[in-house]
């Protein structure tokens, strides 16, 4: 009988890579109970920002742990603060821009699965990140029912 997970994470508990320098940590792992749902933290890096993007089948949820910025949402430009929650409906094009704050976002998408997408392109701590075209982030990104502009 495999071990029962606890049910408390702790802020720098879960699976880390790196996305464009920020952390992330993922929480879940898609199996079991979280099978539903996938939830993490993203740290975004001040001038870094997220590309505009989206999911063919996954919604998605933001809520903005610390920092401020604007968030891109089909065209329309809306700004954002520490406390605040994003709704994203699959198919959505939506990013992030931040140019002088750090962001960290605390995301939950459903159906799960996106883990495998920041398990794809991120880098384990300490390694070096190989450089992608952006064809090759979509080619990857795709994978996931993901794609960039």
């Known amino acids: ?39 993490g933290t993203q740290q975004v890096l001040p001038g870094v920002g997220i590309p505009l993007h989206r999911h ?8 903005v742990i610390e920092g401020r910025g604007t968030f891109i ?11 605040g929650t994003i709704f994203i409906p699959k198919l959505s094009w939506h990013g992030f821009e931040n140019p002088d704050s750090e962001l ?8 799960a699965g996106i883990e495998d997408f920041f398990r794809s392109l991120g880098t384990p701590p300490g390694t070096p990140a190989p450089t992608r075209s952006k064809d090759e982030v979509n080619q990857i990104a795709r994978q996931y029912d993901t794609e960039f502009r």
Do not use: C
Request: glycine letters at 10%.
């Open 1 to 39: 009988m495999e071990p029962k997970k606890p049910p408390y994470v702790e802020r720098s508990a879960g699976e880390h890579v790196l996305m464009r320098g920020g952390s992330v940590f993922i929480k879940t792992n898609g199996v079991g109970p979280q099978s539903k749902l996938a939830m």
């Open 56 to 63: 063919f089948e996954k919604d998605e949820t933001f809520y």
């Open 73 to 83: 949402m089909d065209e329309q430009r809306y700004p954002i603060e520490k406390g």
């Open 104 to 111: 960290l976002l605390l995301w939950m998408m459903t159906p």
